[in-house]
Nanobody
């Protein structure tokens, strides 16, 4: 089995920072894309930042200049450093990964359980 476990969410004042972590565990052969999505109440889930294993990172316009995605491939972990947070960043943040298990030749999509980020004004 493969699991993604997020941590690092919480309550922060506007202008503050948070660092989210997402660790993948289980029978993992390799991980390709890793990303962070978020979903605010009453809204659709949206991509925040994306990282491919060997390629560049990409960001939503709302995240550019404030958020940084990074990964530690040796630890199967992806991070999201969020600075200058705004109340509109309030959402549940989900980790996503394309993972090939040791018992498969295919990559499958996996999601974490989500971590709440609340930014007060």
């Amino acid at each position: 089995q493969v699991q993604l476990v997020e941590s690092g969410g919480g309550l922060v004042q506007a202008g503050g920072s948070l660092r989210l972590s997402c660790a993948a565990s289980g029978n993992i052969f390799s991980i390709n894309n890793m990303a962070w999505y978020r979903q605010a109440p009453g809204k659709q889930r949206e991509l925040v930042a994306h990282s491919s294993r060997l390629g560049p990172t990409t960001y939503a316009e709302s995240a550019k200049g404030r958020f940084t995605i990074s990964r530690d491939n040796a630890k199967n972990t992806v991070y999201l450093q969020m600075n200058t947070l705004k109340p509109e960043d309030t959402a549940v943040y989900y980790c996503y990964a394309d993972i090939r298990r040791t018992d498969s030749l295919e990559y499958y999509n996996y999601w974490g359980q989500g971590t709440q980020v609340t930014v007060s004004s």
